[in-house]
């Protein structure tokens, strides 16, 4: 049998050499995951150009006047156009809204949809007078705004504020 010296140097040895061994495996793992951490952030070219289209999408604003009884078909002619993001579901909501809220508060509310592919933002902006008319702006791609000038010529003359 060897010495009790040369089986505590052996145990010393093999423990510096796990220890050593433990931090290097240690280093990279670490030096792995900084690299998977930094790369999250980034994006491809193509990523950030749809991005930036998205967030500069051309908007128009329409002002619509009318009582409450009208704002489901307006309401309409912009669901059936947007792809995404403002449904039956949605769309009742916001008519509830609407229809509770007092006079003279200015309440607004935002939709992220999608139109012809592309994404944009339906916002709305409305208040109520006493005599329960509603004055609604919406503020959407080109194409729901033309569709809303359409809509709202077919509004009764009669109940038009303005």
Do not use: C
């Not at 003279?104 to 339906?122: N, T, Y």
């Amino acid at each position: 049998m060897g010495s009790p010296i040369a089986f505590s140097v052996f145990i010393a040895l093999t423990g510096l050499a796990v220890w050593a061994l433990v931090m290097l495996l240690g280093w990279l793992v670490r030096r792995r995951w900084v690299r998977e951490y930094e790369q999250l952030g980034e994006a491809s070219s193509e990523e950030m150009l749809d991005e930036l289209e998205s967030a500069y999408s051309p908007r128009q604003t329409v002002r619509i006047h009318t009582q409450v009884e009208y704002l489901p078909f307006v309401f309409e002619s912009i669901r059936v156009i947007a792809e995404n993001g403002f449904d039956d579901k949605q769309m009742l909501s916001l008519l509830n809204r609407i229809e509770t809220h007092r006079p003279h508060e200015v309440r607004q509310a935002v939709f992220p949809i999608e139109v012809a592919g592309k994404r944009s933002d339906l916002y709305l902006q409305w208040s109520r007078d006493p005599s329960d008319r509603i004055d609604l702006r919406v503020t959407a791609a080109p194409k729901i705004a033309r569709a809303l000038r359409e809509q709202k010529k077919k509004i009764p003359k009669a109940v038009l504020a303005k």
